[in-house]
């Protein structure tokens, strides 16, 4: 019995000891917690109660509303556990997608640490990337894109700590998604580059299973949509931003030689959309995420090309970021800021599809009013979230359609003192639905 015991605590010291070992060996670096890291820990801070902030402005959308009612992604079933379990509200809706985002933010900035020449240079990278508008939209709405972003940064993070390939992890997220299909076509770049025949078969068999599964993907009519997609990367990149991160893929490919996974995957990423966005209209949510893991390969380039130079020579990078942030921050402000836009005109912007139905809902459970007709079938779906359902006691219509048709309670939705919408709330004996 005694000698069973020490063979267990024998074979247990032993795992630990090979582990230990092999986290010494393949570690590429360590260190301690410095001023930086303190910093960077501000910044996140900063950014996730901006995230919050920007979540309890908003209310669930249409589109969301559907999907979470019909999930058909692994997304929304979670979603759907998870509203389940905290209950039916827009911080247990959207705090995956910010949890995620987190995650996100700190892989992006240990790559930095690990990829970039000076410590500070991570929290360059990290407040670009914050900054980016496709970022704060994956971070807050409910897109594919966080969890996509999440898995590819993963990779290149145990590709450069540990010089080895997760050859599982490439295989197991190349077949969660047609987008994460790149992984293959990276891989097996690299694989071709090193000689590895072996990773370039696996690499053919699994961009074939991944086409196979996500057919339906790619089809119909073909349609051109090149322009449109190169537009909406632009805007989700923020245009000059993206100008320079083309440029600088190119140059990380024909000129510095970069041998990372980094390279492979943004490089096969962009090329893989645009064809694509020849044949058909594409989710530019799904691939967009493709391009952001080239992030650390812009700001390497943009300060060796500065710190090169001598310092009087440094002005007109200085003056390209400079313009680049610029612009990056003032979208931004126009995100989460939008509605200063009502003080200027009452008409919808583009974020109006994520307004008026909580404060609505708001509205109507205050007066003890949990059931309501309502002949707009959107409205009432992005309600019911919000625990107003189908009832037969009042009935609310839109004064834009009505104002004259009905009398009863006239209920107001005000964004900074501006009325935004107007609505009649109906006893049902005068309803006319």
């Known amino acids: 019995m005694t000698s069973k015991k020490y063979s267990k605590d024998s074979l247990r010291s032993y795992l630990q000891l090979r582990l230990a070992i092999w986290l010494e060996k393949h570690s590429h670096t360590k260190r301690k917690f410095t001023i930086i890291d303190v910093w960077f820990v501000i910044l996140l801070s900063i950014n996730i109660l901006s995230l919050l902030f920007m979540v309890s402005e908003i209310s669930i959308s249409f589109k969301e509303s559907e999907k979470l009612l019909f999930p058909s992604s692994l997304l929304f079933w979670w979603i759907d556990f998870v509203t389940e379990i905290f209950g039916a509200n827009d911080y247990s809706l959207r705090g995956s997608c910010i949890a995620i985002h987190c995650c996100n933010v700190i892989l992006l900035y240990m790559i930095g640490r690990l990829y970039l020449k000076k410590p500070s240079d991570s929290l360059f990278l990290v407040a670009i990337y914050m900054l980016l508008p496709g970022i704060n939209f994956s971070a807050i709405l409910l897109y594919e894109s966080g969890f996509i972003i999440f898995m590819l940064l993963l990779i290149c993070y145990i590709h450069l700590r540990y010089k080895r390939i997760p050859y599982i992890l490439i295989f197991a997220g190349g077949l969660l998604n047609l987008a994460l299909s790149v992984l293959f076509i990276a891989l097996g770049i690299y694989a071709i580059r090193h000689k590895k025949t072996k990773t370039f078969i696996a690499c053919i068999v699994g961009f074939g299973i991944n086409m196979f599964a996500y057919s339906s993907d790619i089809g119909g009519t073909p349609s051109a949509h090149f322009l449109d997609a190169l537009g909406e990367l632009a805007m989700l990149f923020s245009p000059f931003l993206f100008l320079y991160y083309i440029y600088v893929l190119y ?113 109507l459970l205050s007066s003890n009013i949990n059931g309501i007709k309502i002949q707009d079938h959107k409205l009432a779906l992005r309600l019911n979230f919000y625990g107003i359902n189908a009832g037969n006691t009042y009935c609310l219509y839109s004064d834009t359609k009505h104002q004259t048709k009905h009398k009863g309670e006239t209920i107001t939705i005000k964004y900074l003192g501006v009325v935004v919408a107007r609505y009649t709330l109906v006893k049902n004996n005068a309803c006319r639905i």
């Not at 694509?276 to 967009?288: D, P, Y």
């Not at 612009?327 to 200063?340: P, R």
């Open 251 to 363: 140059a990380g490919v024909a000129r510095r030689k970069d041998d990372t996974l980094m390279i492979y995957i943004s490089v096969s990423g962009l090329i893989l959309t645009l064809l694509l966005s020849f044949r058909q209209e594409i989710n530019i949510m799904n691939f967009a995420p493709l391009c952001v893991v080239g992030l650390p390969i812009m700001v390497f380039d943009f300060f060796n090309n500065m710190r090169v130079r001598l310092k009087i020579y440094r002005l007109k990078f200085k003056v390209r970021i400079f313009i680049i942030c610029g612009v990056l921050c003032l979208e931004t402000f126009m995100i989460f800021g939008n509605k200063l836009t009502y003080l200027f005109s009452p008409k919808p912007n583009f974020a109006s599809n994520y307004y008026i139905a909580k404060d609505l809902a708001h509205i």
